[in-house]
T-cell receptor
Framework: KAGVTQTPRYLIKTRGQQVTLSCSPI?????VSWYQQTPGQGLQFLFE???????NKGNFPGRFSGRQFSNSRSEMNVSTLELGDSALYLC?????????????FGNGTRLTVT | AQSVTQLGSHVSVSEGALVLLRCNYS??????LFWYVQYPNQGLQLLLK??????LVKGINGFEAEFKKSETSFHLTKPSAHMSDAAEYFC??????????????FGTGTQLKVEL
């Protein structure tokens, strides 16, 4: 089975621009989560989607949004980029409901905002 | 909300020595606990998980962890370190419970260095 695929791997954007990141989960997985990883804040939960519905949301401003399509693929959008948005964005999928289910992570998208 | 604390942001061991990475959790409900490893420029890979049942959990690459409720700990160990174990390790607790979705709260990570 193919793993979680995130595209692109690297992005460089300018302050004020917007960006869209893409994630394809493991085949059959319906839950997709997004995390932001920075040296200062560590790994922080952004949101989770399950069957096209947002099920959990972290403490991020409204500039961060996401969606999930009927094939479980997910996109994350960040508008009006700020320097502090520079981070590794990780997508994870899960094949089961419930907190006992492990997450399977992609290799991330490294976003640099200049 | 649940939380985890990883003691020691950097741990250095000699090749062949015992690896011990510490994790303490705080949870208002029976916790689901995980250890993940991250190699440079990669995502997180699951090492092992504790949900219910046996408190000593065995994972991949020779790692294991013991759930100790009385100490609220879930320390990760490996009897003999290998150079390939050098990576960053994250302890995580499920922060959503059964039926509440998949959300993990991570510790701040421990960078493991293995020296010859």
């Amino acid at each position: 089975k193919a793993g979680v695929t995130q595209t692109p791997r690297y992005l460089i954007k300018t302050r004020g621009q917007q960006v869209t990141l893409s994630c394809s989960p493991i085949s059959g997985h319906r839950s997709v989560s997004w995390y932001q990883q920075t040296p200062g804040q560590g790994l922080q939960f952004l949101f989770e989607y399950f069957s096209e519905t947002q099920r959990n949301k972290g403490n991020f401003p409204g500039r961060f949004s996401g969606r999930q399509f009927s094939n479980s693929r997910s996109e994350m959008n960040v508008s009006t980029l700020e320097l502090g948005d520079s981070a590794l964005y990780l997508c994870a999928s899960s094949g089961q409901e419930g907190g006992y289910s492990p997450l399977h992570f992609g290799n991330g998208t490294r976003l640099t905002v200049t | 909300a649940q939380s985890v604390t990883q003691l020691g942001s950097h741990v250095s061991v000699s090749e062949g020595a015992l690896v011990l990475l510490r994790c303490n959790y705080s949870s208002s409900v029976p916790p689901y606990l995980f250890w993940y490893v991250q190699y440079p420029n990669q995502g997180l890979q699951l090492l092992l998980k504790y949900t219910t049942g046996a408190t000593l959990v065995k994972g991949i690459n020779g790692f294991e962890a013991e759930f100790k409720k009385s100490e609220t700990s879930f320390h990760l160990t490996k009897p003999s370190a290998h150079m390939s174990d050098a990576a960053e390790y994250f302890c995580a607790v499920s922060d959503s419970g059964t039926g509440g979705g998949n959300k993990l709260t991570f510790g701040t990570g421990t960078q493991l260095k293995v020296e010859l």
